[in-house]
């Protein structure tokens, strides 16, 4: 379907709201978005640039399963066979993210955001980067960039990324920051896969997309997307980057971070920037939801059954991992923690449930801790061990946590009361009212 398409769908059935009336790029457009999250949101007049702005496109896996025209549960099968199954991409020698090209690199033009406060500056948070290296080839990742002058961006690199690596090994790096794509690109952009393989041959398998060479560096990009900004990253070179919101809605501590230098700009005749909120839910999805699958299949490879993965939001949709799973023996719970855990490296805690669980709704698996839990018995406290540097809590500088996982099923042999949830009849309620 394609980003654009899929934003003249949402106007044609009414779902995306219309703002008309002027806004800033500096922390207006922001607290709309989040006001009105999570609804999608087009800006049609920004005080500071020429270019429209919209935001809250894919907040919830409701959305992004329609998007592909599947039900939220076909999303983690879909993903794992796309992880498996990659295919690659046409590459085509005209694009629309080409019909525009602007040598005369000016960013304080491009609606680039100033989402809170206390933000270090103007922030491209919505970006899936593209990069290459010599011996493993392309890759596609998510990092944030903060603008420092009208050329120049300082970007965090977190390390161990494939980015990172690529860095490491030839010191700086032709890049294109990639503004504006639908969901398959998103996703497979906040996969986690071995280095050499290109994401966006996740992205192809998911929804086909076409690649074009970008204009003044080596890479091939996404042909429909909005805006691209190509350039150039340096190791040596380095800037503070920071404050920023990250996953958690809390702020990042300020990092020296290599410069990304803007070489060239371009974009479709009628752009729209693709705004991202940190730490909000199209964030969260966006981050959290490729990293269910990897936790599915390794629950599955310990024996276990599973069912289902929820990486939810009030876990900031990347500490916390809840999973569903068919039992069939007493060490089933304790085998899929264990699962979970290797299949989401950055996981803190970890909560199991019976298959008569709703995963989506909060108040049904904290029903299932108060009546199937018991923490001498049913909890697992892990020796401590690297965790993510997303989590406030964990150690600074070694991101050092304690991980726990709870096993909320139920036994399979009762001896008193019953686990079981009593059920109301099913009536049709039109007849009564």
């Not at 500071?48 to 809250?56: D, H, I, Q, T």
């Not at 493993?136 to 120049?152: C, P, T, V, W």
């Not at 008193?416 to 109301?424: I, N, Q, T």
Request: charged share 30%; net charge negative; with cysteine.
């Amino acid at each position: 379907m394609g980003f654009r398409q899929y934003l003249n769908k949402i106007e044609e059935s009414g779902l995306l709201k219309k703002i008309d009336v002027d806004v800033s790029k500096k922390l207006e457009i922001s607290g709309i978005l989040k006001e009105l999250e999570p609804t999608p949101v087009l800006f049609n007049n920004v005080n500071e640039s020429e270019f429209r702005v919209v935001g809250n496109m894919f907040c919830t896996k409701n959305v992004i399963a329609s998007y592909f025209g599947v039900t939220p549960a076909d999303l983690i099968p879909m993903l794992s066979k796309a992880i498996k199954e990659r295919k690659e991409p046409e590459v085509i020698s005209k694009a629309p993210c080409q019909e525009v090209v602007e040598s005369n690199v000016d960013l304080d033009k491009v609606p680039i955001l100033f989402h809170c406060e206390k933000d270090g500056g103007n922030y491209i948070s919505s970006a899936v980067v593209v990069t290459k290296d010599p011996d493993y080839g392309q890759n596609l990742d998510f990092h944030r960039a903060m603008q420092i002058s009208k050329e120049k961006f300082t970007t965090r690199i977190v390390k161990g990324r494939h980015f990172y690596k690529f860095l490491e090994k030839n010191g700086e790096l032709d890049v294109a920051f990639c503004i504006g794509n639908s969901p398959n690109i998103l996703i497979a952009g906040a996969t986690s896969v071995d280095i050499g393989v290109d994401e966006l041959t996740i992205a192809n398998a998911l929804e086909p997309i076409k690649l074009v060479k970008a204009n003044s560096v080596d890479l091939l990009i996404p042909a429909e997307t909005e805006f691209v900004l190509e350039g150039r990253v340096f190791s040596e070179e380095r800037y503070a980057e920071g404050p920023f919101v990250d996953l958690t809605e809390t702020y990042d501590v300020v990092r020296d971070e290599p410069v990304f230098e803007v070489k060239k700009i371009t974009h479709r005749k009628d752009a729209i920037w693709q705004a991202l909120l940190p730490g909000a839910l199209e964030h969260k999805i966006l981050m959290g939801m490729p990293r269910e699958p990897t936790i599915f299949n390794k629950v599955n490879e310990s024996g276990v059954k599973c069912l289902d993965v929820n990486i939810n939001p009030g876990g900031c949709s990347w500490l916390h991992a809840i999973v569903k799973i068919d039992k069939s023996s007493e060490e089933d719970g304790k085998k899929a923690i264990y699962g979970a855990f290797a299949g989401h490296s950055s996981c803190k805690h970890v909560f199991v449930v019976d298959k008569d669980i709703d995963i989506y709704d909060p108040l049904s698996v904290e029903w299932a801790m108060a009546t199937r839990f018991q923490g001498d018995l049913r909890m697992v406290i892990k020796d401590k061990e690297p965790g993510s540097s997303l989590d406030p809590s964990a150690e600074p500088g070694t991101k050092m946590t304690t991980k726990i996982g709870f096993d909320f099923t139920k036994p399979l042999v009762t001896k008193g009361k019953s686990f079981d949830l009593a059920k109301f009849p099913k009536v049709d309620i039109d007849k009564y009212l």
